[in-house]
């Protein structure tokens, strides 16, 4: 993902909403948000290219997600995938503060990496980028937060923005369709706001809005996910591939224990 905003115990009736926007190459083989066919607990989407995913929940409740962390210049082809972080979160038992122990000591093999890993609105964050932070690998307590591709709730336009309307839309009940129109902004940042990330100076012009809609990069699906005080869980994803391609999946399910 490259933008996730996330609201956790925000509204009394929703412990949990994700909207998330994963940008990627257009080349790179994907599936859509599914029950996986070899865990159909898993509802995801999936990289068919490295196995994992960006972004999932399952049927109790567990989800995670991955941003990369933006530094060009620390690129490795020989780096392990950053989506199976979220994909062996999801197919396991492990608590999220259990799981980011047992990440920790291998969390240098990767490139930059933020990590989301929760159970409903039990959530922690941890970034291989984010030594010193005092929300890294810490439950993040009730509230509204955003991640792009530098640290949580770092200043981006983006971020600042996103949040901004999703709090809006949930104090005025917004459904799913509502909150997906906040992934849809095509605003770029003014140039004096733009981050300087070692990109050049007109790709992060063009990475600086929420939906991106490059030439052989951007936005490939946005996400919403909802989780109800009673456990009902809506899934709605908007998956896109240029020039006209558009596929819309809806999953709803009820939280097992």
């Known amino acids: 993902m490259c933008l996730i905003v996330f609201a956790l115990e925000a509204r009394a009736d929703l412990p949990l909403v994700i909207a998330a926007n994963r940008d990627e190459y257009y080349t790179r083989p994907t599936a859509p948000a599914a029950p996986w066919p070899d865990a159909p607990h898993v509802i995801a989407g999936r990289d068919l290219q490295a196995g994992g995913t960006w972004l999932g929940i399952t049927t109790r409740g567990r989800w995670a997600a991955v941003t990369n962390f933006r530094e060009p210049q620390q690129q490795r082809r020989d780096a392990p995938s950053r989506g199976r972080l979220v994909a062996d979160f999801l197919l396991g038992d492990l608590s999220p503060a259990e799981y980011l122990e047992a990440i920790r000591p291998r969390a240098h093999e990767y490139v930059g990496f933020n990590l989301l890993v929760g159970e409903l609105a039990s959530v922690r964050w941890f970034s291989n980028r984010g ?12 509230g509204v937060y955003g991640l792009s591709n ?10 600042v923005e996103g949040k901004r309307d999703l709090e809006e839309a949930l104090a005025a009940g917004a459904g799913p369709d509502e909150l997906m129109q906040i992934l849809l902004d095509r605003t770029l940042a003014a140039e004096a706001d733009l981050p300087q990330t070692g990109v050049p100076r007109d790709l992060e012009r063009a990475l600086s809005a929420r939906f991106i809609a490059g030439v052989d990069y951007g936005t490939r699906c946005s996400t919403v996910i909802r989780v109800d005080r009673d456990g009902h869980v809506l899934l709605l994803e908007r998956s896109f591939l240029p020039p006209d391609e558009l596929e819309l999946v809806r999953h709803e399910f009820e939280l097992t224990t």
């Open 131 to 142: 030594e010193g932070h005092p929300l890294n690998g810490a439950e993040l307590p009730p």
């Open 150 to 159: 530098h640290l949580l709730d770092t200043p981006w336009p983006k971020v």
